[in-house]
């Protein structure tokens, strides 16, 4: 009966991974329908793979607008199954509760791949900035912010 059950959902799983990115595309096509304020990007390679993703609901936005001026960067660096790394940017709200403004899965770290990622998150947030931005001490991420973000003075970039 576990040989059965294990061949069933083997199958099972075989068929979700070969359409999982149209899935979540479509997911998000279908969240805009419901709710105009969600914003997502992405990108297709040139096999018609999904490139790059970044997605930030309605209410991540809304937090944002209230509790953005310091953010968290924070990257997984590929530690799921498609080795693609998954971007996190995210603050503490006024309950000291974690607030996530923002996602994004990536196909590699790459300073434009991190650029993609911060205009995306700029447009997605009304061009406003972080005053402060906390995030893991990659250097590539480092350098991007550099180049998409007009920081003052009170910026602080630290590794975690």
């Known amino acids: 009966m576990k040989d059965l059950y294990n061949r069933i959902n083997a199958g099972r799983m075989e068929e979700i991974a070969n359409r ?39 209410r991540s936005r809304e937090d944002y607008k209230y509790y953005g001026d310091v953010i968290v960067f924070y990257s997984t ?25 923002a996602c994004s899965t990536v196909p590699d770290e790459k300073v434009k791949t991190y650029e993609w990622i911060l205009n995306n998150f700029l447009e997605a947030m009304d061009s406003k900035q972080p005053l402060s931005i906390v995030l893991d001490g990659a250097p590539q991420i480092r350098k991007a912010i550099k180049r998409t973000f007009v920081l003052g003075y009170k910026t602080l970039v630290s590794n975690t």
């Open 77 to 101: 660096f590929t530690t799921n199954r498609y080795t693609h790394p998954v971007v996190v940017m995210c603050g503490i709200n006024n309950h000291f509760c974690t607030s996530v403004f």
């Open 20 to 58: 999982d990115a149209d899935d979540a595309i479509a997911y998000l096509f279908v969240k805009k329908d419901v709710d105009p304020e969600v914003y997502f990007n992405f990108t297709v390679t040139y096999d018609g793979r999904l490139g790059r993703l970044f997605w930030s609901d309605s």
